[in-house]
């Protein structure tokens, strides 16, 4: 765990732990903003980790920041230096995703209201939201 990571297969047999053998529930939430350095650019290592990312953790919940093929976009006006992705994550939790006013938030609703404000707010690059499921 050099500099504080770990590989994605270590990630995975943890995920899997729990959700296999304990039977607990796992929600995952990726914003690879740097994947791309910590996978190596000489392998699109941006789009090879998020592909990665994607496809191991079919049977959990996730919430990644971008498709396996974009990268996630950083700037001052999200947050003062945030993502675009972590700031509406964020506002989505706090209620803003809530859209049938219910006080109850859903994954349904926290996706729809990620993938309503990222790829405008992202534009003119590209950043669509992965999938919640």
């Known amino acids: 765990m050099a500099g504080g990571a ?13 959700s296999t053998k ?8 990726a914003d690879a903003c740097r994947s791309g350095k910590l996978a190596g650019h000489a392998v ?7 592909a990665n990312l994607a496809r191991q ?8 920041s971008c498709q396996p093929n974009e990268f996630s976009i950083e ?4 947050g003062g230096g945030r993502g675009v992705f972590s700031y509406h994550l964020i ?10 006013a219910d006080n109850w938030l859903t994954l349904n609703e926290i996706g729809r209201y990620l993938d309503d404000r990222i790829p ?7 950043q669509n939201p992965g999938d919640c499921r």
């Open 6 to 18: 770990f590989q994605v297969h270590m990630l995975q047999e943890v995920i899997t732990t729990l």
């Open 22 to 29: 304990n039977k607990s529930k796992v929600l995952i939430i």
């Open 44 to 50: 699109d290592g941006s789009q090879t980790t998020n």
């Open 57 to 64: 953790f079919s049977n959990e919940v996730k919430i990644l």
């Open 75 to 78: 700037g001052e006006q999200w």
């Open 91 to 100: 506002n989505a939790m706090y209620g803003l995703a809530d859209h049938n």
């Open 120 to 126: 405008v707010e992202a534009s003119p690059l590209s």
